[in-house]
């Protein structure tokens, strides 16, 4: 079998930023049948909750390694996802403790004008490889929540059309001042 490529790229204008906005969680298996149409999420047919989390600052951000192999013949994906929430309060920290025993899945929303979204851990969800809760020394310190989520996929993390997401997004947030 022949690996044909199909197209080139042009040049962008410099107009893209780095960071995440949002990341929200579903729990796994509840996605149901996604529609996919060039690598880009449309619809999905099952009745997952999506819990969004807001996100600032140059703390968080997600990485996809391609691991290929020509010894095995094979090519996967690993998206390690590191996410840092400001604010220790007793709410947050039952959360993650959910979230560390679980495997979402999840979709991140970067900082770009035009907002990409993108699923991660759309086949096996992702798991909790790391994570902090720590108060800081100095008063510049973080306060708060560190996660590291890794996913190994077969894919890469799928676009996902955003109105996708808000509608199925709860509307409960944590106020971690109250």
């Known amino acids: 079998m022949a690996c044909a490529l199909t197209t080139g790229r042009k040049l962008p204008c410099k107009q893209s930023v780095g960071g995440l906005r949002t990341v929200s969680f579903a729990a796994f298996g509840t996605l149901g049948t996604a529609t996919i149409s060039s690598g880009n999420i449309s619809a999905l047919s099952g009745t997952p909750t999506f819990f969004k989390y807001d996100l600032k600052g140059a703390t968080s951000s997600l990485t996809t390694n391609i691991i290929s192999s020509r010894d095995t013949g094979t090519t996967v994906y690993e998206s390690t996802l590191e996410l840092t929430f400001t604010h220790l309060d007793v709410a947050t920290q039952e959360e993650i403790k959910l ?11 970067d900082n770009n004008e035009t907002s ?13 490889t790391a994570g902090t809760i720590v108060s800081g020394a100095a008063y510049t310190d973080l306060s708060g929540f ?3 989520f890794t ?24 106020d971690p001042t109250s």
Do not use: D, K, W, Y
């Open 151 to 174: 996913a190994t996929e077969a894919i890469p993390p799928l676009f996902i059309t955003g109105s996708v997401v808000t509608a199925l997004q709860s509307a409960t947030q944590i």
């Open 99 to 109: 979230l560390a025993a679980a495997r979402p899945h999840i979709v991140v929303e």
């Open 116 to 128: 990409n979204s993108l699923m991660v851990g759309f086949h096996q969800g992702a798991e909790v």
């Open 146 to 148: 560190t996660l590291t």
